[in-house]
């Protein structure tokens, strides 16, 4: 099977674009964000990774557009304050994760809706989810604009240089963090997820 993007996503026997489903398993990046007038908001991102380490930075795409109008609130919010903060999203912290995905006004703090607590950062004003077991504080770095189809759509890749990382130190084992303790999710195809219990080892040829 080939499929050309711009003719159709969906050709038969497909029910579905098959991108995300073959882009797997994706890191979820659960971004808290606040408004310049200090409404907190905390939203999941499929579309995040890590995108250098020295220093160390990360990206997630906002797709789409606010239902009240202009940008999504992690969007705004961090290019007015130039802050935002990553979450490690969790198999404990699967439910309240995919609720804080949910469209809610603009004035909602979604960290409190979906009953988390908000715990103080070191060098942003952002607040961290205190149930997650690792954060990385961010300083905004800039917006690159995307195509986007989608009429009256917006896609817009945030980039963010890491400034200060905490870690649960219950997750360290021998001085390595193991993900066997925290057990990660990852955003698969569909309404899919996975998570991470287990792994294996490979030393690379050079």
Known sequence: MFIDPADNMRPPPLKHSPFKALVVPRPIGWVTTMSAAGVLNLAPFSYFNAVCDAPPCVMYCVNGAHREGGAKDSLMNVEETGEFVFNLATWDLREAMNATSAHVPRSVDEMAEAGLTAAPALKVKPPRVAES???????????????????????????????GIHIDERVIVDGLVDVRRFKPVARLGYMDYAVVEDFFTMRRPD
């Open 133 to 163: 077991p690792a954060h990385f504080e961010c300083r905004y770095l800039k917006t690159v604009d995307l195509p986007c189809a989608t009429p009256g759509g917006h896609n817009a890749m945030v980039l963010g240089e890491v400034i």
